[in-house]
């Protein structure tokens, strides 16, 4: 019987600051592919046709009031301008093995939510950023690879676009 790799620490860089004692939670960027179904002549149940992948975003929440590292981030012309990456170590209870997960993205902040502001209360700003780059890298070892722009989508070091950008000239 094992038990699963759980969080127990994670860390947070925008731009290369360190987020730590400010980062208080991740929403991770979800990964869902476009599919659209399709049923053609002959075909008795219709299929998924892969149309790439969705919209990729990452979400923050720290505490503190204003983040610096954060607002001056806001507002880049670049699709591409803030980097932003997570680090996380999780942990398997049964054994004690740690395993790191690193998320690197790049993007642009579409929104910072400053809540409210109380006296004596705490706050929390929370921000979410569009992504136009993505990598998944567990223990070292890259699994995924998203960069938009360039037209880049590896998986587990399968490179899914290369016959896609020979057929346009791009290879």
């Known amino acids: ?3 699963p790799h759980q969080l127990k620490n994670l860390n947070v ?22 599919m659209e179904a399709f049923q053609g002549g002959g075909m008795v149940a219709p299929v998924d046709v892969d149309l790439g992948l969705e919209k990729l975003e990452l979400g923050l929440t720290c505490g503190g ?9 806001f507002g880049l012309g670049k699709a591409n301008g803030a980097l ?9 209870d049964d054994t004690g ?16 939510d400053f809540g409210s502001a109380k006296v004596g209360d705490k706050s929390t700003v929370k921000a979410t950023v569009s992504l136009s780059y993505y990598k998944l ?4 070892v890259v699994l995924i690879e998203v960069d938009a722009l360039a037209f ?6 399968v490179d899914m676009l290369d016959k896609q950008r020979k057929a346009i000239g791009l290879a």
């Not at 932003?84 to 398997?92: E, H, L, P």
């Not at 890298?137 to 070292?140: E, M, S």
Request: a neutral charge; charged letters at 25%.
């Open 13 to 34: 860089y925008a731009d290369g600051n360190s987020l730590m004692g400010v980062i208080e939670e991740v929403a991770l960027p979800k990964l869902a592919r476009k």
């Open 97 to 112: 093995d740690v395993a790191s997960v690193e998320i690197v993205t790049r993007g642009r902040y579409s929104e910072i």
């Open 65 to 73: 009031g204003y983040v610096l590292e954060i607002i001056k981030q």
């Open 152 to 157: 880049i989508y590896i998986v587990n070091g």
């Open 1 to 3: 019987m094992a038990l």
């Open 137 to 140: 890298i567990v223990d070292g």
């Open 84 to 92: 932003v990456r997570y680090a996380g170590a999780y942990q398997r």
